[in-house]
């Protein structure tokens, strides 16, 4: 390994200091992803880890060495969510105070488990980058340790552990290794830890395309902050690499590839459909790089599903947004004459094209429609793109004017 980097040694250790903290996730065969790809894929589920994500494991390594000084006035992080959690349960279990700063829009479920799991959480900013600056200024003026989300090598270590089970785990030799990547320590950890062990490995990042930070910076040869970011997975909406986490990619990892908003929604679905497996966004990014085939992928593969905590609502809304991209769930407005009949004259039409109407919304007022109109606005079932298509093809040349939601 390059001067500067995590070692194996560290993982290792960080991995004795875990025990009985953090659980071996289990390591599972894809037999859907498998014959999507017509190769072996396994999918290493730190979905199922204690906080319902792997930051329990850096967060844990890096707070419980602290010394006394440090453990008298507590740390601080802030967190989107995941490593909230994380820290709230590592400083809970080390008996040492946490502050949490979380975006004011944070969700509900991950404000809550991280009061759960013990921290004092304040909510400020529209977003990650707001709630960093004030914790910096909590650590600041009250001396408390600052855990940053990533760019530590303790931390580093801590998710490293993540690639030592997959090795061992593993029932042949692992060929590439796909990991959703926001600041980047989980992929600086299990890049250490698996070219150690398995020096022909591939490692494959997979950013959000509304939040790409590393191909810019690795195009620059420097870290480059964002100023811009919009994307569904907030755990790996990250403006910029840290200097660490940087060199680390830059050394270790042989390609990041992105994904799209629609694509992580279709890997979310298909998650929950086909593996029975509940993930966040940026859990599902990993799927979604593989669904698409992105990079050189060598089997056999394992995809890491970095987290499951995801606000219901916010997985209603994935879910059809998924299944819209994937041509299972139209909606869609058109106009009817405001009279007896109309309406079901259209639903009639739909359902001799094999469409299941599964919502229905009909206004008789408004900007949109003349006094002998009805706006109707639908929500429908469909079977794929071609039929959507076919859908708005048939209802058109009845007479109807269709137009996307």
């Keep these: 390994m390059a001067e500067g980097l995590v070692n194996i040694e560290q ?33 290493k589920c730190e979905n199922l880890q204690r906080t319902g994500s792997f930051k329990i494991r850096g967060a844990y390594n890096r707070i419980s060495r602290l010394g006394p000084e440090a453990r008298s006035t507590g740390v601080v992080a802030a967190s989107a969510g995941n490593h909230a959690q994380g820290v709230a349960l590592a400083a809970s279990l080390s008996k ?11 969700a509900l479920p991950k ?30 003026k009250t001396g408390a340790e600052f855990v940053h989300p ?44 698996v070219k150690s062990l398995r020096p022909s490995a591939r490692i494959i990042g997979v950013q959000a395309t509304g939040a790409a930070a590393f191909p810019v910076s690795l195009e620059a040869g420097k870290p480059v902050a964002l100023e811009d970011m919009s994307t569904i997975a907030d755990g790996i909406a990250a ?57 050189d992928l060598r089997p056999p593969i394992v995809v890491v599903l970095s987290g499951g905590n995801i606000d219901p609502m916010l997985l209603l809304r994935v879910i059809r947004f998924g299944l819209s991209a994937s ?12 009279e007896p009949g109309a309406l079901a004259a259209l639903l009639a039409r739909i359902a001799e094209l094999g ?11 408004g900007a949109r429609v003349q ?21 708005v093809s048939e209802l058109g040349e009845a007479g109807y004017v269709v137009e996307r939601l």
């Excluded at 759960?116 to 600041?140: C, I, N, P, S, W």
């Excluded at 041509?327 to 405001?338: P, Q």
């Design 239 to 295: 403006n910029c690499p840290g200097d660490m986490t940087y060199a680390h990619v830059e050394e270790l990892v042989d390609e990041v590839v992105c994904v799209t908003d629609e694509s992580i929604a279709q890997g979310l679905v298909y998650s929950a459909e086909r593996m029975k497996l509940v993930l966040e966004p940026s859990g599902a990014s990993g799927v979604a790089a593989v669904l698409e085939q992105l990079g």
């Design 11 to 43: 993982i290792e250790d960080a991995r004795k200091r875990l025990e009985g903290v953090a659980v071996q996730t289990p390591l599972d065969r894809s037999r859907a992803l498998s014959h999507h790809i017509d190769g072996s894929v396994f999918v």
């Design 355 to 365: 469409a299941n109407v599964v919502g229905v919304e009909h206004h008789r007022e």
């Design 150 to 193: 990533f760019d530590h090598p303790h931390i580093i270590a801590g998710q490293g552990t993540v690639g030592c089970e997959i090795v061992e785990q593993m029932p042949e030799e692992v060929g590439t290794v796909v990991v959703p990547v926001g600041g980047g320590g989980l992929i600086s950890g299990i890049s250490v830890a």
């Design 327 to 338: 041509g299972r769930y139209f909606a869609f407005r058109t106009r009817i004459n405001d």
């Design 96 to 106: 040492i105070p946490s502050t949490v700063f979380m975006p004011a829009g944070a």
């Design 371 to 391: 006094l002998d109109e009805v706006d109707v606005a639908l929500q429908v079932e469909t079977k794929g793109s071609p039929h959507i298509a076919e859908l």
């Design 111 to 140: 404000v809550e488990a991280t009061r759960r799991y013990g921290a004092e959480v304040h909510l400020t900013g529209k977003d990650f980058g707001a709630a960093f600056e004030a914790a910096v200024e909590h650590a600041q």
